[in-house]
């Protein structure tokens, strides 16, 4: 085990539905991630927070809200997602340093299906 | 900018074997690299990062990579492959900030009996 933890670890979903993915690290981070691995495509950074402020955020849809309420949690909000969203979605962390050597430590991922 | 470049989607080798999964980056800077591996169903674990410290690099689980500033690689070896290896490996480069971490699109470890 990584010290990361993800729920859940599956969720289909509908369309019009709203749903939140959580990830917990038990490491003593100060930056968390998220990323979407999507097959046959690199995996896409969504979302970075370091020390729980939001310093990352490429270009992603409206539909993915994260949330950060303190370093050891973060959250991504779903809703009305689309059927191209389907993905397995991981969580990491690190101590960030600010100078680009930092190890992340990854989550199991939740996979997630939108019908 | 910053990208890598995973030559080699699938690689299939021996048990006993030698194992090979190249990777070329592209970066600004004095780069910081790393090598993942992503077994079935469970998240990215790091085998072994370089930061501009020595050039050749050792890992766990008996891997090892070579930073090559002047062919831009970052080639990940194992003397011996082991039926365990079998995996997802990404090579991966991040900006100096460390708040961008670029990754290739993977390769795939078989590992034949």
């Known amino acids: 085990e990584t010290g990361v933890t993800q729920t859940p670890r599956h969720l289909v979903m509908g369309m019009t539905n709203k749903k939140s993915l959580k990830c917990e690290q038990h490491l003593g981070h100060n930056a968390m991630y998220w990323y979407k691995q999507s097959a046959k495509k690199p995996l896409e950074l969504m979302f970075v927070y370091s020390l729980e402020e939001r310093v990352e955020n490429n270009s992603v849809p409206s539909r993915f809200s994260p949330e950060c309420p303190n370093s050891s949690h973060l959250f991504l909000h779903l809703h009305t997602l689309q059927p191209e969203d389907s993905a397995l979605y991981l969580c990491?962390?690190?101590?960030?340093?600010?100078?680009?050597?930092?190890?992340?430590?990854f989550g199991p991922g939740t996979r997630l299906t939108v019908l | 900018a910053q990208s890598v470049t995973q030559l080699d989607s699938h690689v299939s080798v021996s048990e006993g074997t030698p194992v090979l999964l190249r990777c070329n980056y592209s970066?600004?800077?004095?780069?910081?690299l790393f090598w993942y591996v992503q077994h079935p169903n469970k998240g990215l674990q790091l085998l072994l990062k370089y930061t501009s410290a020595a050039t050749l690099v050792k890992g766990i689980n008996g891997f090892e990579a070579e930073f090559k500033k002047s062919e831009t690689s970052f080639h990940l070896t194992k003397p011996s492959a082991h039926m365990s290896d079998a995996a997802e490996y990404f090579c991966?480069?991040?900006?100096?900030?460390?708040?961008?971490?670029?990754f290739g699109t993977g390769t795939s470890l078989t590992v034949i009996p």
């Open positions: 970066s600004s800077y004095s780069p910081s």
């Open positions: 990491a962390s690190s101590q960030a340093t600010g100078i680009g050597t930092d190890t992340q430590y």
């Open positions: 991966v480069v991040s900006d100096p900030t460390g708040n961008q971490f670029y």
